[in-house]
C-alpha cells in the first residue's frame, strides 16, 4: 500500500495546497474569522470533546445470557437460560425470542396495547426502537432522537441524535472488535468514542485555541471513488482510523477518466450498510459525478489525469499469460481479457500496458447453472481442480515496456481451487491516474464482491520496484 513505499514522498496535496497558518487571528473588534480560499483551504483540524457524565461500560451479552422462552396457561414469558428464574411473566399473547441481547414480548404494559422490548433482567425498555447489541450496547430511539445504552439498559449516551451510524471493525492488534460511530447532532456530524464515552467535534484549527486532538491531512492520502472513502490506498467507509465527519464541507475536484468534472464541497451521507458513512459533493451539475463513474482528490493545482489508451492489439501479450497460467499449474483454465491500457503508468517515458483478464467462467448467467461446466466444478475437490490443471482466476498484469511483452509480472493474481471460495469477488481495473501528484499513476481498483463494492489502490511503482515483487516466471501461488 501506500504507506509502505519507499525513496518517494507520497502527498496528494504537494502540488499545489499551501501548508501554513491554518487561521486568521480574531482581531480585537471580535470580527468572525472568514473560511480560507480555496487554493489556500485548510489542512487540520481541531477535535473537542465533551465527555457524557453518565458513560458506563458494562459486559458483553453471550448467548448464554440470554433468557428462553416459555409458555403456561396459554401466555409466553421468559425464564433465565441457567437456573430457570422467570424473568418475564407468562402474560403475553406474542413474543419474538432473544436475539443480541433483547427479546419482545406483545400485551398491555400501563393499559397500552402493543410489542414491548425486554432486556435479559426481564425490564421494559421505554424506548421506540432498540437494536441488536453488539459489544456491549445497543442504540436506541426515542421520539426520534437516538442514544445508546448499554447491557445493563442504561442510557449512556443521551437522546440528542439525530441519526447514529454504528460500526464495529475487528482490530487486528488488540484481538478484538472496536467501535467506530458517527452521528449527526443539530445538522452537524459529530464522531461518538463508545469507548472512552465521548462526543468529538471537528473544525478548522483555530490560533490560539486549544484542542483535545489535531489532525492534519497532509498526513494522510485522501480519495473519493465513487462516494466512499479511501485513506492511504484503503477503504474506509465507516470511518475506522480517520474522522471522517472531519471533511465535511471540504473541496475535492472531481474526475472521471475523460477529464476534470467540477470542483464541490463535499458532504456526508449514510451508505447502504449498517455503519456505511459515504461522501458525495454538491452542486448544480452534480449528476454528472455519479454518472458514469468519478473519483476526487483534495481540491488543488494537481492534474491527476494522464493520456492513456484502450488497445485491442492484445495477442503479442498472450503468450507471457499463458506461461504464467503453466507456471502456477493452471494452464487449462478458461480466460478472456476485458480490458487492455497502454501509457507512460510511470512517468519515465516508457510506453506499459496493463492487462485486465478474468476467469471465462465468470459469466453471471452460467454461474449455478446445471449442466454447465462451471455447474459439475461446484462439486469438484481441489484435487479434481490440481488434475485438471484448472483454477477460477482474476488478474491484473503490468507489463513495463510495450516493445518487450516478456517482461510482466502479475500486479494482481487471485486464483482459487475451491468453487465455494471467494470465487464470487473480482477486482477490475476502475481507474488509472496520478492520484497523488508524483508523477506516476496509480491503479484504483474496484473489489466486486457477491453483494457490496469496494475499492483500493494500487501503486505499479511500489509493486515493481518491492524486493517481494513478483518477477514473472517464477513458480508460484498468489491464492488470496
Keep these: 500500500m501506500w504507506q509502505n513505499k519507499q525513496k518517494r514522498k507520497w502527498s496528494f496535496l504537494r502540488c499545489g495546497i499551501l501548508i501554513g497558518m491554518l487561521a486568521v487571528i480574531l482581531c480585537a473588534c471580535g470580527k468572525e474569522v472568514e473560511p480560507p480560499a480555496v487554493d489556500d483551504q485548510t489542512l487540520a483540524f481541531g477535535e473537542t470533546r465533551t465527555y457524557w457524565e453518565d458513560f458506563v461500560l458494562t459486559g458483553e451479552i453471550k448467548d448464554w445470557d440470554q433468557p428462553v422462552v416459555f409458555e403456561e396457561n396459554g401466555g409466553w414469558g421468559f425464564k433465565n437460560n441457567k437456573t430457570g428464574e422467570v424473568v418475564v411473566p407468562p402474560i403475553y399473547d406474542n413474543y419474538d425470542a432473544f436475539h443480541n441481547g433483547h427479546g419482545r414480548v406483545r400485551g398491555t404494559v400501563n393499559g397500552e396495547y402493543g410489542w414491548y422490548d425486554v432486556d435479559i433482567h426481564g425490564n421494559i425498555l421505554d424506548f421506540d426502537i432498540v437494536s441488536n447489541f453488539y459489544v ?36 487486528e492488534e488488540i484481538g478484538k472488535e472496536e467501535r467506530s460511530t458517527y452521528a449527526v447532532r443539530d445538522g452537524k456530524w ?42 492511504n490506498g484503503e477503504a474506509r467507509a465507516n470511518g475506522a482510523g480517520f474522522p471522517i465527519c472531519a471533511l465535511e464541507g471540504i473541496e475535492f475536484d472531481c474526475y472521471n477518466q475523460e477529464g476534470k468534472i467540477g470542483r464541490y464541497p463535499c458532504k456526508l451521507k449514510g451508505g447502504l450498510y449498517e455503519g456505511d458513512i459515504m461522501i458525495s459533493f454538491e452542486g448544480d451539475d452534480y449528476e454528472q459525478v455519479e454518472d458514469p463513474g468519478y473519483f476526487a482528490v483534495l481540491a488543488s493545482d494537481q492534474a491527476p489525469l494522464k493520456p492513456i489508451q484502450e488497445i485491442t492489439d492484445i495477442d503479442r501479450f498472450m503468450p507471457a499469460v499463458n506461461q504464467y497460467l503453466v507456471a502456477n499449474g493452471i494452464e487449462n483454465t478458461k480466460i478472456e481479457v476485458t480490458k487492455c491500457l497502454s501509457g507512460d503508468f510511470l512517468g519515465d517515458g516508457k510506453t506499459g500496458v496493463l492487462l485486465e483478464i478474468r476467469d471465462a467462467y465468470r459469466n453471471p448467467e452460467d454461474y449455478h447453472m446445471p449442466g454447465t461446466e462451471l455447474g459439475k466444478m461446484e462439486n469438484w475437490t481441489e484435487k479434481d481442480f490440481q488434475r485438471e490443471k484448472i483454477a477460477f482466476l482474476n488478474m491484473i498484469f503490468y507489463f513495463p515496456d510495450v516493445e518487450n511483452p516478456e517482461g510482466a509480472f502479475a500486479l494482481k493474481a487471485n486464483l482459487w481451487q475451491y468453487p465455494y471460495d471467494d470465487h464470487e469477488m473480482t477486482e477490475h481495473i476502475d481507474f488509472v491516474a496520478d492520484v497523488d501528484g508524483d508523477g506516476a499513476m496509480e491503479i484504483i481498483i474496484a473489489n466486486q464482491y457477491y453483494e457490496y463494492l469496494d475499492y483500493a489502490v494500487s501503486d505499479i511503482y511500489y509493486v515493481q520496484s518491492h524486493p517481494m515483487q513478483q518477477e514473472f516466471g517464477k513458480s508460484h501461488r498468489m491464492i488470496e
Design 136 to 171: 456491549g450496547t445497543a442504540i436506541v430511539r426515542k421520539d426520534n432522537k437516538y442514544g445508546v445504552i448499554n447491557s445493563e439498559s442504561q442510557l449512556i449516551v443521551p437522546l440528542v441524535y439525530d441519526e447514529i451510524y454504528p460500526s464495529y471493525v475487528y482490530d
Design 190 to 231: 459529530v464522531r461518538l468514542d463508545l469507548t472512552e464515552g465521548y462526543e468529538a467535534a471537528y473544525e478548522m484549527v483555530s490560533e490560539g485555541k486549544e484542542y483535545d486532538a489535531t489532525y492534519a491531512l497532509a498526513d494522510y492520502q485522501i480519495l473519493v471513488v465513487d462516494d466512499m472513502l479511501l485513506v
